[in-house]
């Protein structure tokens, strides 16, 4: 039955879809930290993820779930400022600020949000579907 | 036995099966919403029921020891790549809003293929009872 299928890819997104959530989150809070050079500063991190497509090539109405492949920090540069009061001030004064993009990270949070609120409907509605069925002839 | 149960209940159990399956691959296309790379994908349900209805394709056998070949079942759907409104630059091809719409649509038909599964199963026990 292909609607039990639908659960096993809906909840693969959601928990995509919550996995991309914590690291905006952790982005979010991490915007305004900063360390005494750029290689420690903190580093936006994005999840990247991928269409779990082997499992296609065997059968035919295999589900295609979404898998995290991985998260990947982002390599924009750190923001340099100079604040020579600052105790984690470098020799030249500078302090470096984590290169997260707060616009970039709401837009994010908002598309992950609406995601996994469509994944939660299917899922419903799935499950309307499915009960329905059970009480087909009754 | 069955036989006889599958001609009275007729298409619409090929139509639940049908519509169960693109419930899942409308829920794979929406939940893949944010995968790069990732192409939508549907079954187009006139031709899956006209191949779910035709007569299937089976080898005239003249001997005991011939085997039909694996094909002569029914062949599930063809899946097929959606056409996109707007391509994205990531490459995928999922319109969630038109893909929310498609997964509409095929609740309600579906929910209409079980009434008249279900006004078929009532009439068949009514019969059964000789009411």
Not at chain 1, 10 to 24: D, H, I, P
Not at chain 1, 100 to 111: C, G, H, K, L, W
Not at chain 1, 126 to 137: A, D, F, N, W
């Amino acid at each position: 039955m292909s609607l039990f299928k639908v659960f096993d890819v809906a909840g693969s997104a959601m928990s995509a879809q919550t996995v991309r959530l914590n690291l905006t989150a952790s982005n979010l809070a991490n915007a305004e930290t900063v360390a005494s050079s750029a290689e420690e500063a903190y580093k936006a991190r994005h999840p990247v993820f991928a269409a779990a497509l082997k499992a296609v090539q065997n059968a035919n109405d295999a589900p295609v779930p979404v898998q995290v492949q991985g998260v990947v920090e982002s390599q924009a540069p750190a923001h340099v400022m100079y604040n020579p009061a600052h105790p984690l001030a470098d020799a030249n004064g500078n302090v470096y600020r984590s290169n997260v993009n707060t616009v970039e990270e709401m837009v994010n949070m908002i598309s992950a949000s609406r995601s996994y609120q469509n994944n939660v409907e299917v899922m419903n509605t799935s499950k309307e579907l499915l009960l329905q069925t059970l009480r087909l002839g009754s | 036995m069955s036989n006889v149960l599958d001609k009275a209940l007729g298409v619409p159990v090929a139509a639940l099966q049908l519509r169960a399956m693109r419930t899942k691959v409308l829920a794979e296309n929406m939940a893949n919403a944010d995968t790069p790379n990732f192409k939508a994908r549907d079954i187009d349900f006139k031709a899956a029921m006209r191949q779910a209805q035709g007569e299937l394709m089976v080898l005239n056998t003249t001997q005991a020891n011939h085997l039909q070949p694996p094909g002569s079942a029914p062949q599930p759907p063809e899946l097929l790549y959606r056409y996109p409104f707007s391509p994205s630059l990531d490459g995928n091809t999922v319109e969630t809003q038109a893909e929310q719409a498609k997964f509409a649509e095929n609740t309600v038909n579906y929910q209409a293929t079980l009434t008249i599964l279900g006004s078929r199963i009532t009439g068949l026990i009514g019969a059964l009872r000789g009411e």
